[in-house]
C-alpha cells in the first residue's frame, strides 16, 4: 500500500514538474523581481538604490494615480457589473426556450464569433453604407445627407 502511494505521488510529480519549472521561470521570478524592484529607484538599466515605501508613498500622494484608481472603479462598476448581470440574464432566459426558438437565438450570438471578421465588416459596412445601406433612411432623418457613418464623429461612435 506504501510502495503504491510512493509511486503514484512520483508520477505526479514527474508529471507537474515540467509545468512548475515553466511557471517558475516565466512568471514566479519575473514577479518576484517585479516587487523588489518597486523597492528602488531602479533606473531599468543598472542596479537601483533600496528606497523602502519612498515609491508607495509618493504614488499615494499623486493626484493622477488617485483618479486612475476611481476612473477603474467607476469603469467596473458601470461596465463589468452591468454586463455579467446582463449576460446571467440572458443565458437564463436562452436556457428557458426550447426547440426551434433556442436553435434560433443561439446561432444569433454564435455567428459573429464563427464568421470571419472581415466578413462581418463587409456585412456591417452594407447595412451602414450612408447610400445603399439598410439603416440609410434613419441617417437621412438624422443628418440631412447621405453621408457615410464611418467619416463622421457624431454617427460614428452611436453606432459603435
Known amino acids: 500500500m506504501r510502495d503504491n502511494r510512493l509511486s503514484q505521488t512520483l508520477t505526479a510529480l514527474i508529471l507537474v514538474g ?22 528602488t529607484d531602479d533606473p531599468l538599466i543598472g542596479a537601483g538604490k533600496w528606497v523602502g515605501f519612498q515609491n508607495y508613498a509618493r504614488l499615494w500622494s499623486d493626484f493622477l494615480f488617485s483618479a486612475a484608481v476611481w476612473n477603474t472603479f467607476y469603469f467596473v462598476l458601470l461596465t463589468v457589473i452591468p454586463s455579467t448581470l446582463l449576460g446571467l440574464v440572458l ?15 443561439l446561432a444569433a450570438f454564435f455567428v459573429p464569433y464563427i464568421l470571419p471578421v472581415t466578413v462581418v465588416f463587409r456585412i456591417w459596412q452594407w447595412a451602414l453604407d450612408g447610400q445603399f445601406g439598410i439603416y440609410a ?4 432623418g438624422f443628418f440631412n445627407s447621405n453621408m457615410s457613418v464611418y467619416r463622421s464623429i457624431p454617427a460614428f461612435m452611436p453606432v459603435v
Open 18 to 39: 515540467p509545468f512548475l519549472a515553466v511557471y517558475g521561470v516565466l512568471f514566479l521570478y519575473p514577479t518576484i523581481k517585479m516587487i523588489i524592484m518597486t523597492f
Open 91 to 105: 443565458a437564463l432566459g436562452v436556457n428557458r426556450l426550447s426547440g426551434w426558438w433556442q436553435s434560433a437565438v
Open 137 to 140: 433612411p434613419l441617417f437621412r
